[in-house]
């Protein structure tokens, strides 16, 4: 499986092996195997790194949303957040799922594992 590839599985949230099976059994909890493969996927573990990502690309669509719409048309701050806290948090969500799929994708690709330190 080359690069694209694995980036597709990860966006579609597939199995990141045979990019057949569903990656995940819960909005964010990985399956212990894939179902069509069985690869082992109770190893995969994206971190905090797609949160990270994701928080600091919504806060610059939401600040830079917020600055466009405060300078334009110069709406009460409770219209602001009420119309951009809520699509900030949205739009967080949708993005979660898969930016997680695809670092999973990316780890079983590079055969990324858990740093070890020898004695």
């Known amino acids: 499986m080359n690069v694209s ?8 949230c597939r199995c990141p092996n045979c ?4 990656l995940f059994s819960g909005y964010l909890k990985v399956r212990a195997t894939c ?20 928080l600091l690309v919504v806060g610059a669509i ?3 949303g917020m600055l466009f719409v405060e300078f334009s048309f110069h709406p009460p701050v409770w219209l602001q957040f009420l119309l951009w806290l809520p699509g900030m948090g949205l739009l967080t969500l949708a993005a979660l799922r898969p930016f997680k799929a695809v670092l999973i994708a990316l780890q079983f690709h590079n055969r990324a594992a858990e740093a070890r330190h020898g004695d």
């Open 5 to 12: 590839d694995a980036m597709l599985a990860g966006l579609r």
């Open 19 to 22: 990019g057949e099976a569903p």
């Open 35 to 54: 179902e069509a493969c069985a690869a082992d996927l109770s190893q995969a573990d994206s971190g905090d790194g797609p949160v990270v990502f994701i």
């Open 62 to 64: 939401g600040c830079f």
